[in-house]
């Protein structure tokens, strides 16, 4: 900070002060600057002539004296009183006086003012024998006060007093400080006569010889007092340097200790080599116990060491001066402990019997950790501040060095830690340069890869295809110094591809690309689950939309084969037409098998009960040798196998499909291999399949002559598949295969490989219960009467239906939606004797349609029947009343059984479900026969 202004300006204030305010000098010198805050000793530095500040100072000092003085005129005041007093240097006041008079002075005015400010010039405008016009142009970039200008108003008005003339007068015509460019002073002031300017002339120059002398004497008892200061601060000086010197070795010397007590062995050599100590010791803090131990000592007779190596001080000893200086961290020095106030019964004091000693603080963040301990035991044994502050200083070094040593074995648990993370990771984590070549590589990486030394190979060796692009795109988006992310493939050395996601982090030095870190979660497992929550997706949508037209189609292939039956049974088997009707009868039961696979995809609940898949599977086994000769089937069943929660009939179409597409194109031969056993499948497996864990039945397919390309491996349950391996002629398609077994809560499985061909795995879940056995009773028509409400949307099934049912001895009323049904039951409720209901209706459902009935007539009797096997809905209406269910297609003597126990004789009859699979294998001309007995044909 530039300085303008001379201390005379502020010797004259603070004189003024402790003549006129002597009690309000001390805070007059406080808060002034902070250049002024630092100095040992403000007054002294102020009151020196010789010294300079800057424009700030003294406007603080105007302001202050203003304030405490309670004058707005002081800064006047003071001027006059400078200029009264002659409170100038000795110089300035001989130069005054030598001139005679103002007017003289005035001439040299400028050259007076710069002996003491440097704020502004000063021009003499007009000068006459009594009068002058005087300017002062102050410097604009400094500081200025309007307390600068009633200061120089008061020394110009006492100027002629210096001449013991009375004080003169001034008119201010501008001001600075009021907007104008300068301040103008308008000076007038009486003359001297004839005969004092003939008197002072003669002994004016004796006055100033004597002055001089005087003021030079001064001078030189002052001179010698400062030389011989200089001298005392050049010896102070060269001892600070050398104590400083020694801190930049003292700081390698112990950069060099390779531990604790070696650092502290070399600091404390230094300590008493460099402040003239003769021993030395370090008391650390054990955080544990919170006591004080001594950890180290120099200078010390090793016997009397051995005596205090244990010596221990607890921090909470408050009557103990080292446990004093550990709680307040203010150092200690006692020059005399002979005569001090210690317990002269201490320990320490008895054995070493120090004459002087220093303990300093060693703190690391403001929390002390230790404490150093150092004595003489020389005559003269007094420890000077110097020496004070150069143990403290060490005592510094030996906190940082302790703090490094303590930060360094931080560094080495945390490196360790970050290193045992990062190796344990479940991500994969790789660290490149910026040429790509793996720098590290975590022990997951390896496993994901499945290659154990990485370090130093390139990236591009993992790399296929667009997988390169994608990741020189993300080292593209690392070089500009952001974060990428992006899923990728990698390619294991032995073939495997592996699905990752990968976050690439660049790393920066000096803002210039080093390389990237990265992270890479191996996500193959869950794409694979992805993979089959898609498909179970696409199939679930594929049944739905099969299960719709299936409905459809299976009521138009019903009615053709109930009319085609009902021709058949008025012709001959030698008539005309016979052997065309049975064709037809044939295929229309081959359509009948296709609806039933395509009703399987949105079929959700099957008739299901517990069967032996054993035996199951043997029966199939039987058929299929009779029929297909060349399969050569060999089958290992598994011992003690649970019986499966299953539709037998679903599950026979499931064996046969899966037995008939691993046939092997133009060999002679085919190969199959069965076998089944009990397992229990964990979460972790179940969970890409969205299955319960537990006990499943589980059937291996082995074709070992066959293989499937990997294109149709991820397809090959999907419907309308064409291939030589599958839905080609002869083959059929595994969409329905799949469908079965998802409806059955199962898992089934492909995999395929040239060296072991094909297999299929299927998991059933064990049923709970035993497996019934099962006898077929005989069917016979009964005839019967009554009136039945038959009800179902599709006009020509409820018109063959009522044909059949006129033909067995019942009156039909027919009704084509639930709505009409209640309407003709509200009507004619006495005259109904059975209500017929299909389950599958538009608008108002069969179920719906069940409990509006109930509740016109809770005692009205209802058979249900659907082409779907029986639900949950179909279980519950039974519980509220319904009497049966039949599935479509029904065979005559079933239904006629049914609706005959229904409403014979006006007994109870125990409600008892008949399907399609109660009708049993009937021989060629069954239907004829049967139909010939309602007929009476």
């Given at each position: 900070?530039?300085?303008h202004h001379?201390?005379l300006?502020?010797?004259?204030i ?7 305010f002597?009690a309000l000098?001390?805070?007059l010198?406080q808060?002034l ?10 007054q002294?530095?102020?009151?020196d ?6 424009s700030d100072v003294?406007?603080q000092?105007f302001k ?6 309670q ?6 005041k003071i001027g006059?009183?400078?200029a009264?007093k002659?409170?100038f240097?000795?110089?300035q ?6 001139f005679?008079?103002?007017r ?14 440097r704020n502004?010039?000063v021009?003499v405008?007009?000068?006459?024998r009594?009068q002058?016009?005087?300017?002062f142009?102050?410097?604009r970039?400094i500081?200025?006060d ?5 200061f120089?108003r008061g020394?110009l008005?006492a ?6 003339l009375?004080?003169g007068?001034l008119e201010?015509?501008r ?6 460019d ?14 004092k300017k ?6 004016l ?6 002055d001089?002398?005087?003021?030079l004497?001064?001078?030189?008892e002052i ?7 200089v001298?005392h ?9 050398d ?6 070795e003292?700081c390698m010397?112990?950069?060099?200790a390779?531990?604790l ?5 070399v ?11 003769d ?8 955080e544990a ?12 007779d090793p ?10 001080i ?6 103990n001066?080292?446990a004093?200086?550990?709680?307040n961290?203010i150092?200690v020095v006692?020059?005399d402990v002979a ?6 019964g201490n320990?320490l ?6 004459k002087a000693f220093?303990?300093?603080p060693i703190s690391?963040r403001g929390k002390?950790i230790?404490?150093?301990?150092a004595d003489?035991?020389r005559?003269d ?7 004070k502050e150069l143990?403290?200083?060490?005592a510094h ?18 490196e ?7 190796e344990?990771?479940y ?17 997951r990486l ?7 030394h ?8 993992f ?13 593209v988006?690392?070089r500009?110094g952001?974060v990428?992310?992006q899923?990728?493939e990698?390619q ?5 591809t592996?699905?990752v996601i990968l976050?690439s982090?660049p790393?920066m ?6 390389g990237?870190?990265a992270?890479i ?12 929550l898609?498909?179970?997706?696409k199939?679930?949508?594929?049944g739905?939309?099969?299960s719709?037209w299936?409905?459809?189609?299976n009521?138009?292939l019903?009615?053709?084969?109930i009319l085609n039956g009902?021709?058949l ?16 009868e ?8 296709l609806?039933?696979q ?6 959700r609940?099957?008739s299901?009960?517990p069967?032996?898949l054993n035996l199951l599977?043997?029966k199939i086994?039987k058929?299929?040798?009779f029929s297909?000769k060349?399969?050569r ?5 598994g ?5 499966a ?8 179409q ?9 046939r092997p194109?133009g ?5 199959v291999?069965?076998s089944?056993e009990?397992?229990?499948?964990d ?8 299955r ?18 990997a ?11 064409v ?5 080609s ?6 969409a329905?295969v799949?469908?079965i ?5 199962g ?5 395929s490989?040239?060296a ?11 049923s709970?219960?035993p497996?019934?056995t ?8 009964v005839?019967g009467s009554?009136v039945?409400?038959?009800?179902d949307d599709e006009?020509?099934?409820?018109a ?9 001895g019942y009156?039909?009323?027919p009704?084509?939606?639930g709505?009409?049904?209640?309407a003709?039951v509200q009507?004619r409720?006495e005259?109904i004797?059975?209500v ?6 538009p608008g108002?459902s069969?179920?719906?349609t069940f ?18 096997s029986m639900?949950e809905?179909?279980?519950?209406m039974m519980?509220?009343?319904a009497?049966?269910?039949?599935q479509k297609p ?5 239904l ?15 409600p008892?479900?008949?399907?399609a ?21």
């Amino acid at each position: 900070m530039e300085k303008h202004h001379g201390c005379l300006n502020t010797k004259v204030i603070i004189d003024y002060f402790q003549e006129h305010f002597p009690a309000l000098t001390p805070t007059l010198l406080q808060d002034l600057h902070p250049e002024i805050e630092v100095l040992p000793n403000p007054q002294e530095f102020l009151t020196d002539i010789n010294n300079w500040v800057s424009s700030d100072v003294v406007i603080q000092m105007f302001k202050k004296a203003r304030s405490l003085s309670q004058d707005d005129e002081i800064a006047f005041k003071i001027g006059s009183y400078a200029a009264t007093k002659q409170k100038f240097g000795y110089v300035q006041r001989i130069i005054t006086q030598a001139f005679g008079n103002p007017r003289l002075a005035l001439k040299k005015i400028q050259v007076i003012s710069d002996k003491f400010n440097r704020n502004k010039t000063v021009e003499v405008q007009f000068i006459g024998r009594c009068q002058a016009v005087v300017k002062f142009r102050y410097f604009r970039h400094i500081p200025a006060d309007e307390d600068f200008c009633l200061f120089n108003r008061g020394i110009l008005t006492a100027m002629p007093t210096i001449w013991h003339l009375p004080p003169g007068d001034l008119e201010e015509r501008r001001c600075y400080f009021h907007g104008d460019d300068y301040c103008e002073y308008f000076c007038t002031w009486e003359d001297r006569s004839r005969l004092k300017k003939w008197l002072r002339s003669v002994f004016l120059p004796w006055r100033l010889l004597r002055d001089t002398i005087q003021e030079l004497e001064k001078d030189k008892e002052i001179l010698k007092r400062k030389y011989d200061e200089v001298h005392h601060l050049n010896l102070q000086l060269k001892e600070k340097i050398d104590q400083l010197m020694s801190l930049p070795e003292t700081c390698m010397a112990a950069l060099t200790a390779v531990d604790l007590k070696g650092l502290l062995q070399v600091t404390l050599n230094f300590l008493i080599r460099f402040a003239k100590l003769d021993r030395a010791g370090v008391f650390l803090l054990n955080e544990a116990s919170n006591h004080l131990e001594i950890h180290c000592g120099v200078g010390i007779d090793p016997t009397l060491y051995e005596k205090v190596k244990d010596y221990k001080i607890p921090v909470s000893k408050v009557d103990n001066v080292i446990a004093r200086v550990a709680i307040n961290g203010i150092p200690v020095v006692i020059n005399d402990v002979a005569h001090s106030r210690l317990n002269k019964g201490n320990q320490l004091i008895q054995l070493f019997q120090p004459k002087a000693f220093i303990l300093a603080p060693i703190s690391v963040r403001g929390k002390v950790i230790g404490v150093i301990l150092a004595d003489r035991m020389r005559c003269d044994p007094h420890i000077a501040d110097i020496d004070k502050e150069l143990v403290m200083n060490f005592a510094h070094q030996i906190a940082m060095a302790l703090d490094s040593a303590l930060m360094h074995r931080r560094l080495e648990i945390s490196e360790r830690r970050y290193r045992e993370l990062v190796e344990n990771a479940y991500e994969g984590i790789w660290i490149i340069d910026g040429q790509g070549i793996i720098r590290f590589a975590n022990r997951r990486l390896r496993e994901i890869i499945d290659e154990e030394h990485l370090e130093g190979k390139e990236l591009s060796l993992f790399l296929r295809g667009d997988n390169s692009k994608f990741l020189a795109t993300m080292l593209v988006q690392n070089r500009k110094g952001k974060v990428a992310q992006q899923e990728l493939e990698l390619q294991t050395p032995k073939g495997k591809t592996i699905s990752v996601i990968l976050s690439s982090v660049p790393l920066m030095e000096e803002e210039q690309y080093v390389g990237s870190f990265a992270m890479i979660n191996d996500v193959t497992s869950m794409r694979k689950m992805e993979r089959q929550l898609l498909q179970q997706q696409k199939m679930e949508a594929i049944g739905a939309l099969a299960s719709g037209w299936a409905r459809n189609f299976n009521d138009i292939l019903i009615n053709i084969l109930i009319l085609n039956g009902l021709v058949l049974a008025d012709l001959k088997p030698t008539g005309p037409g016979y052997n065309d009707l049975k064709q037809i009868e044939q295929e229309v039961t081959k359509g009948a098998e296709l609806i039933d696979q395509l009703l399987s995809f949105g079929q959700r609940h099957f008739s299901l009960k517990p069967v032996d898949l054993n035996l199951l599977i043997d029966k199939i086994i039987k058929l299929l040798r009779f029929s297909h000769k060349q399969m050569r089937i060999h089958y290992r069943p598994g011992p003690q196998v649970p019986a499966a929660e299953v539709d037998q009939g679903q599950i026979e179409q499931v064996l046969v499909n899966v037995l008939l597409m691993g046939r092997p194109r133009g060999a002679k031969v085919q190969e199959v291999a069965i076998s089944t056993e009990e397992v229990v499948l964990d979460e972790e497996f179940c969970q890409p399949y969205n299955r319960l864990p537990g006990p499943y039945v589980y059937i291996a397919f082995n074709f070992p002559q066959l293989v499937v390309n990997a294109e149709l491996q991820g397809k090959i349950f999907e419907p309308f598949v064409v291939s030589e391996e599958v839905g080609s002629e002869g083959r059929p398609s595994l969409a329905s295969v799949y469908s079965i077994i998802k409806n059955h809560q199962g898992i089934i499985e492909m995999d395929s490989e040239a060296a072991f061909g094909t297999t299929f795995h299927i998991y059933l879940p064990v049923s709970k219960k035993p497996v019934q056995t099962y006898q077929p009773r005989p069917l016979r028509f009964v005839r019967g009467s009554g009136v039945i409400l038959l009800v179902d949307d599709e006009e020509p099934v409820r018109a063959i239906g009522a044909r059949i049912l006129g033909r067995l001895g019942y009156k039909v009323i027919p009704a084509a939606t639930g709505m009409q049904a209640i309407a003709i039951v509200q009507e004619r409720r006495e005259e109904i004797d059975l209500v017929v209901l299909d389950m599958v209706m538009p608008g108002l459902s069969g179920r719906e349609t069940f409990y509006r009935l109930r509740e016109i007539d809770p005692e009205i009797k209802v058979l249900l029947y659907s082409a779907h096997s029986m639900d949950e809905d179909v279980h519950l209406m039974m519980e509220k009343g319904a009497l049966g269910f039949i599935q479509k297609p029904y065979r005559i003597a079933a239904l006629s059984q049914k609706i005959a126990a229904m409403l014979g004789g006006g007994k109870t009859v125990k409600p008892e479900v008949i399907d399609a699979e109660d009708a049993g294998t009937q021989p060629e001309n069954a239907l004829r026969d049967e139909w010939s007995a309602v007929s009476g044909q």
